[in-house]
């Protein structure tokens, strides 16, 4: 294994990094509210680090292999996340312990969106800014940032690609070469960015919430820059607004590309419409808001107000696709609710997206499984293929699906007792684990605001959950295993 290539290469993406400490700060100085010092400072320390890191190391240029590509993808975003954690512990305010701060930095890139800060309201812009900033550059992945400009550093970016993107399909290309992938994605990540921004400004935010919240609305994040989140606006143009960007967000960017690059030219809902996951995960929020709006209705919570639909179908959409945005405390809502789309934030997103959770497209392929062992069960000889579309799909991507199925439920057994062993009483630690793993946020119980009441010791542990559910699982347990270090 190259490891002085790899420790030069994070040296080079830490040096690109420091530069987004930057940003905040000039922030500051729009605002002159405080925080520049501390970002200039966590600026030159990072940069620093960069520098230690690849100047022993700048002359070592071999060519990356899939473990080193799966090594430098788990070791930066622990490096990454470290870096990120530098300028909430050099702020005046809000004080937080390490274990504290360490969470809200790996939140915010893993795009969680739980929080252990609270008057929000009152905070400097700078680091308000910086937290939904983090959000935005961990949506996509920063790796795949980095693979746009990989050119430029020599090595090839295909082994980082397969680690970072997310999803059974993730070795699918939409471009034949992987730097041009990075750079469609992300100028699609940016064209959504602008569009929900400038939706937010003409529906009534200041320009400050209306780039700031379009951020962590884009990927998925859920951060917001105050207490009441997405319901400090009290406004239905912006809950609708939430509500159209989050669905495109949660849809896989392979199906926006195509639809970017055949418009005009082909009929874009046909683009869309022929995909299997995108028709289950519509099917899915369909059928979770209906459901939700009968139940309330039924219990007498809400009168059948197109307000009161508004509500829910806000909720509804955004826990279930693990934004974590909210516009009401909805766990006081009746039992039912509240559970059903916690446990619709097992589901997530679709596969190549920015959301969180299994991913539709696992649970897809999963719910036709089911499907065939029942008919195998009845006529065990008969042949029956799963097909994704037109495609017959292969069985060892079904068995790998199965394989991380397994995976996510270890992890998430592990963590649980974990943060139980930490003191923390099992109905909030189940919530605080889901919520991480699935990179959702809010919880239910004592955590369905903030995570001010978990103990610092389980707060590592949840950090550990959430870089499981960025990486999804594999990525980071790969490392674990003697076959990934023997030559």
């Keep these: 294994m190259h490891l002085l290539s790899i420790i030069r290469i994070i040296g080079i993406l830490i040096m690109c990094f420091s530069g987004t400490m930057l940003v905040p700060a000039f922030v500051a100085l729009i605002y002159g509210d405080g925080g520049g010092k501390a970002f200039m400072q966590a600026f030159a320390l ?47 305010a809000p004080h937080i312990t390490l274990a504290a701060a360490v969470f809200e930095a790996f939140s915010g890139l893993t795009t969680t969106g739980a929080t252990v800060l609270t008057g929000l309201d009152n905070l400097p812009k700078a680091i308000l800014f910086y937290r939904q900033f983090l959000q935005w550059l961990g949506g996509m992945g920063i790796i795949v940032l980095a693979i746009a400009i990989i050119p430029l550093l020599g090595i090839g ?7 970072e993107m997310s999803g059974p399909m993730k070795d699918q290309k939409m471009r ?32 400050f919430d209306a780039i700031t919240h379009s951020f962590s609305t884009v990927s998925i994040g859920g951060f917001s820059t105050h207490d009441a989140s997405i319901g400090y606006f009290h406004s239905s143009a912006i809950n609708w607004i939430t509500i159209g960007f989050i669905l495109i967000s949660a849809c896989n960017f392979a199906l926006h590309f195509r639809a970017f690059s055949t418009f005009g030219r082909e009929n874009i809902w046909r683009i869309y419409s022929r995909d299997p996951e995108f028709r289950f995960f519509i099917s899915i929020q369909i059928i979770i808001v209906t459901v939700c709006s009968l139940v309330m209705i039924g219990h007498n919570y809400f009168t059948s107000s197109w307000k009161d639909f508004e509500q829910v179908a806000f909720q509804a959409v955004s826990i279930s696709t693990t934004t974590g945005y909210t516009t009401s405390d909805f766990s006081a809502w009746p039992s039912f609710v509240p559970m059903l789309l916690i446990i619709a934030a097992f589901i997530g997103g679709c596969a190549g997206s920015v959301g969180g959770g299994l991913r539709v497209a696992r649970v897809l392929v999963l719910y036709l499984q089911g499907l065939r062992e029942l008919k195998r069960f009845v006529h065990p000889n008969l042949v029956y293929p799963i097909k994704w579309g037109k495609n017959v799909l292969d069985e060892r991507v079904i068995g790998s699906i199965w394989a991380f199925f397994s995976a996510y439920l270890l992890v998430f057994t592990l963590c649980l007792l974990a ?51 960025r990486l999804e699982i594999f990525t980071l347990l790969a490392l674990f295993t003697p076959a990934f270090w023997k030559a």
């Excluded at 970016?157 to 680690?163: F, V």
């Design 419 to 469: 943060v139980i062993a930490c003191g923390v009483e099992p109905f909030n630690a189940f919530n605080a684990v889901l919520a991480c793993i699935n990179n959702l946020g809010p919880g239910l119980g004592s955590v369905s605001s903030n995570m001010t009441a978990i103990p610092d010791s389980a707060k590592w542990v949840l950090t550990f959950a959430m870089v499981c559910g």
């Design 46 to 92: 990072s940069f620093m680090v960069g520098v230690l890191l690849w100047w022993p190391c700048h002359h070592h240029k071999q060519e990356l292999r899939s473990r080193e590509g799966f090594l430098i993808v788990v070791a930066f975003w622990f490096v990454l996340g470290g870096l990120a954690t530098l300028p909430l512990l050099l702020f005046d």
């Design 176 to 207: 034949p070469r992987i730097s041009e992938t990075a750079k469609a994605l992300w100028f699609i990540y940016f064209f959504l960015t602008l569009s929900c921004a400038t939706a937010y400004w003409f529906a009534g935010m200041t320009p």
């Design 157 to 163: 970016g295909m082994q980082l690609y397969r680690a």
